[in-house]
């Protein structure tokens, strides 16, 4: 089948629909054995079927089973948000006095977990450039055990060579852990690039309407054993309420997925052809950074992009932000509304150092009529530049 019927027809068994189009919602706890032989047959094997809530009912086994097929993985496990499925992920890979190679375009809190709780139980962690390539050879040591990437940087969306880095890690016998969180299942296939475990924020697209915290990790049969050990052992667990609205935005994420990335598209050309934008980070431009590696490995882009100015500074970016009718101010992105954040990557960067004549502004476009949403822009930068010019 062909990938959109996939979405579709995805995790959707009939001993788990019941006769109906999606799975129900089953909460559960305890479950009941009908005799002590199957009790223990579920002992033996956590595959078995019901044994306890938090192995997962028939609601969580659809969503499951739909991103390791999207993914192309050996099996996914779910976590109660995209942080503790990198978090969970991690841990399940690493043990004291290990090395771990982490890009510095990473999600900041990931970046707080290495320098917080994994440097507290003995874990060292080198930052890299995430440009890096093939060059990541020169970083690694004899108990380099795990590679962190992120492609592109959820601020400033480098495009990693993916191919180039796992190459490298896994002739050093590391793992290579992905947040494919801007690309989606539907946009890139991770696992042919050579990475080991694909991690999503299914809060932001998967679930598409800004009302789930949810995270998914899908490992290749390489990790998959060492991933689903960890994910059992610190008892990760999802809420069924929760994992059934996945399955239902998950259904209409290609369409979705098409009207963020047109629109966005035509906004970010916008931002382009005006003189007080200094660059535009998106990287399915031609003029954007890592623009050869997106063509050669995603199949599309979302509505997650940034842009510089070429003046001003951060103390003066309430002037552009705070009026705006349409682009609301806050985190996360991937529902239908559009956001606009000001950051500045300086704060979060080790290995490398981050430089722009005027702040960064990230923008999610969601599905808003696009014109609407370019006035709504051209307003603010008037704003600015008032304040700028007076």
Known sequence: MKRDTTIIEAGRRPEWTQGIVNPPVYRASTCIFERYQDLRDGVKDPDAGLFYGRRGTPTHWALREAITELEGGAGTWLYPSGMAAVAGAILACVRTGDHILVTDSVYE??????????????????????????????????????????????????????????????????????????????????????????????????????????????????????????????????????VWLALRGLRTLPVRLKQHEASALKIAQWLQEREDVDQVLHPALPTAPGHDLFKRDFSGACGLFSFTLNRGSYDMIDAFVDDMRLFKIGFSWGGFESLILPTDPARVRSATKWQAPGPLLRLHVGLEDPDDLIDDLAKAFDRYNRLLNA
């Open 109 to 242: 809190p990931t970046r707080f977990l290495c320098q917080g709780m994994l440097r507290d139980f003995g874990v060292e962690t080198t930052f890299y450039d995430p440009e890096i390539g093939a060059g990541i050879e020169a970083l690694f040591q004899e108990n380099t055990r795990l590679v962190i990437t992120e492609s592109p940087g959820s601020l400033t969306l480098e495009v990693q060579d993916l191919p180039a880095i796992s190459k490298v890690a896994h002739a050093h016998d590391a793992l290579v852990l992905l947040d494919n969180t801007w690309a989606t299942p539907l946009h890139m296939r991770a696992f042919d690039l050579g990475v080991d475990i694909s991690v999503h924020a299914a809060t932001k697209y998967i679930v598409g309407h800004s009302d789930v915290m949810l995270g998914t990790a899908t490992a290749n049969a390489r990790a998959w054993p060492k991933l689903k050990h960890g994910a059992t052992q610190m008892g990760h667990t999802a809420s069924p309420d929760d």
